[in-house]
């Protein structure tokens, strides 16, 4: 048996191979390792209906946010159309399902595609623009797609949207909760396990060098613009997917929530857990759902017990403050996210009780 | 031919509506080059402030529209202090998410205090401002606009030209680290920028108030349309502002008059992706040439 690894109290890295390791020490991996037992073992089956409705949907916002990740976190191009590309994928997993009779298994990876394909259109002005003005023609993007979803009648259903057929899966009806719960999560981990290791590849280390510095990477002859369009395409292909089995497990879709707000929710999602970390989209999704949900139960809460049910009204649009003032605390207090307190927080641990 | 007037004029005063909203995003990119997605917010709570000075605290307008941009003036200066200082020098998202989610903060603040329903001021424009040439009539308030719009053209172009402060704010915005050796206070030409620009940001949501009536809702859609205006005309030229203002406000109206409504409020994003492909510095911007 090979010796089992420990932190070591410094950094004793001496070649590339053990800078590019996922996990640093054995216990690393024996985490990792429980904890997807306890998520494919135990969850599913100790939450109660509403617990699991959460969690699925943490899930599927889960690789949407690791794919926005992806483009922004580490290939630096920001993007304020993520939402409408979830949605693209939504809709195209919807039409495929119902009017192409396509099964469950073949319309989401195929929504995926088609989601990548918009979103390479609308990475095309990478070529040309950076920073604030890709930010602002993917906002533009954001409104056509938007607009394009209500507008194409014949296609897309207008503002009544489309009913989509539960899924089935190898014969089995993917109905329940339950049941996605094991889609969904499945998904998540192989889409993260994609995203980890694609970014440990030549790829990765593309998308790493032109967010540092793109006149750089041009000069080390990386060819910048197929790898910014690159970017674009897998992070669109992650919403595409998310969308599409968003599409399946709601049943029905309008074009109401891919909105400029689901876009910025995603934005949010990804600075609060920390750009450029994968585990951070996936602590960054956990508190944007977390603090919806508490919001609303506390509007509803107040609805109920309040003295009348005009405070909560009133009270009804403080949950947008609210949500406001969680980023801009983050931005101000912790700009490199959650991934960076749970950093601490574990080397407090490690370090304990001689922390220097 | 009436019909073509009419759109006309129509498209043109509600250019200058857009052109005077725009005119404190301008002022701000130019100044700090932070993009302000709360734009349109801090146009509502100036037209907010205006309203419950003159409607419900029932001050002279005069006085409700002096201690309006008194208030707003102030809001800048504490907004630039306590949320964008500590954020200069971070990535371009850090602020761009700041500005939004100062947005969302105000956004729920004002339903809040006010809901979402339309509120009117009491009028106060004289009549005699309304223009009637032939079959097209033009408002009082367009015409208080138009007249808002020039003078505010004007005196922000001698401000920036002869005064020592306007000054400072284009050495800043040109070249920071010169502008610091040289000895000029950036961190206060900051602030001033951001009070300016709320200030200026206050007046067009009054204006923007008294035509359409204040909404929150409304007002912060208004904020997003800035951003077609501005890349147009270039985003750091007041003039630009105002004729991209002229150009996407005639854009609307005759896409609304001639093809059809529902294209009427994306004609303005799909101008801005065309735009942006062929001349992304817009008509007047600063061009900044690179290679990569």
Redesign the interface.
């Known amino acids: 048996m090979r010796k089992l690894q420990f932190h070591p109290c410094g950094s004793f890295k001496t070649s590339y191979q053990q800078d590019l390791n996922i996990f640093s020490t054995d216990f690393g991996r024996l985490w990792m390792g429980i904890s997807i037992v306890l998520l494919f073992g135990v969850v599913p089956f100790i939450s109660s209906a509403y617990i699991l409705y959460v969690v699925n949907n943490i899930g599927i916002y889960a690789i949407a946010a690791v794919g926005l990740n992806l483009l922004i976190g580490f290939t630096g191009q920001i993007s304020l159309g993520h939402g409408a590309f979830f949605g693209v994928g939504a809709y195209a997993a919807a039409i495929l399902a119902t009017k192409g009779g396509f099964p469950f298994f073949l319309a989401v990876p195929i929504a995926g595609v088609v989601s990548a394909a918009v979103g390479m259109v609308f990475g095309l002005p990478s070529a040309r623009l950076k920073h604030l003005y890709l930010c602002i023609a993917t906002l533009a993007g954001q409104f056509i797609i938007e607009y394009v979803l209500v507008q194409w009648e014949g296609l897309t259903g207008g503002a009544q949207g489309i009913f989509v057929p539960s899924a089935t899966l190898f014969g089995i009806n993917l109905g329940n909760d339950r049941a996605f719960f094991y889609v969904i999560f499945g998904c998540f981990v192989l889409m993260t396990w994609i995203a980890v290791n694609l970014i440990r590849t030549r790829i990765g280390r593309a998308f790493i060098a032109i967010r540092d510095n793109d006149r750089a990477a041009e000069g080390m002859g990386i060819p910048v613009f197929p790898y910014k369009l690159l970017s674009f395409a897998i992070s669109s292909f992650y919403a595409g997917f998310a969308g599409a089995l968003f599409a399946f497990y709601t049943m029905s879709i309008t074009p109401e929530p891919f909105n400029l707000w689901l876009s910025i929710q995603y934005i949010a999602m990804i600075i609060i857990g920390g750009l450029g970390s994968i585990p951070g989209s996936v602590f960054g999704v956990i508190f944007i759902v977390t603090l919806n949900e508490v919001l609303s139960h506390a509007t509803e809460y107040l609805m109920n017990v309040g003295v009348s049910t005009g405070v909560a009204i009133t009270i009804a649009p403080l949950r947008e403050f609210v949500y406001g003032l969680a980023i801009v605390l983050f931005i101000i207090f912790e700009p490199k996210g959650l991934a960076e307190v749970w950093r601490i927080v574990r080397s407090n641990f490690r370090l304990w009780p001689f922390s220097y | 031919m009436d019909f073509f007037l009419q759109l006309l004029v129509n498209g043109i005063s509600l250019g200058f509506l857009y052109a005077l909203s725009a005119l404190g995003f301008v002022m701000i990119f130019k100044s700090s080059s932070v993009?302000n997605f709360a734009h349109g917010e801090l146009m509502a709570i100036g037209a907010f402030l205006f309203l419950a000075l003159s409607a419900w605290a029932d001050l002279p307008i005069v006085l409700a529209f002096a201690l309006t941009l008194i208030g707003s003036f102030t809001l800048g200066f504490i907004l630039e202090k306590f949320?964008l200082r500590?954020?200069i020098g971070?990535?371009?998202?850090?602020v761009?998410?700041?500005t939004?989610?100062?947005?969302?903060?105000?956004?729920?603040?004002?339903?809040?205090i006010f809901?979402?329903d339309i509120h009117d001021y009491p009028k106060f424009l004289p009549e005699a401002l309304s223009m009637q040439w032939g079959a097209i009539q033009i408002p009082a308030v367009y015409v208080a606009a138009f007249i808002i719009g020039i003078l505010f053209l004007i005196l922000f172009g001698l401000f920036f030209k002869y005064s020592s402060q306007g000054i400072y704010m284009r050495s800043v915005a040109d070249n920071q680290p010169a502008a610091l050796s040289l000895g000029v206070h950036v961190r206060r030409v900051f602030a001033l920028s951001w009070a300016i620009a709320a200030l200026v940001c206050a007046m067009s949501g009054i204006v923007l108030g008294i035509i359409n009536g204040i909404n929150v809702h409304e007002l912060s859609s208004i904020g997003?349309k800035v951003?077609?205006v501005v890349?147009l005309g270039g985003?750091d030229s007041i003039g630009g502002a105002i004729l991209g203002g002229v150009i996407i406000g005639l854009l609307e109206t005759f896409t609304g008059g001639y093809i059809s409504t529902?294209l009427r409020?994306?004609i303005p994003?799909?101008v801005?992706?065309f735009i942006?492909?062929v001349k992304?510095y817009g008509l007047f911007g600063l061009v900044e040439i690179?290679r990569?």
């Open positions: 993009l949320f500590p954020l971070e990535a371009l998202i850090q761009i998410m700041l939004l989610g100062l947005a969302l903060m105000f956004r729920g603040l004002l339903l809040f809901g979402g997003l951003f077609p890349i985003l529902s409020e994306i994003y799909i801005l992706i942006l492909m992304p690179e990569v």
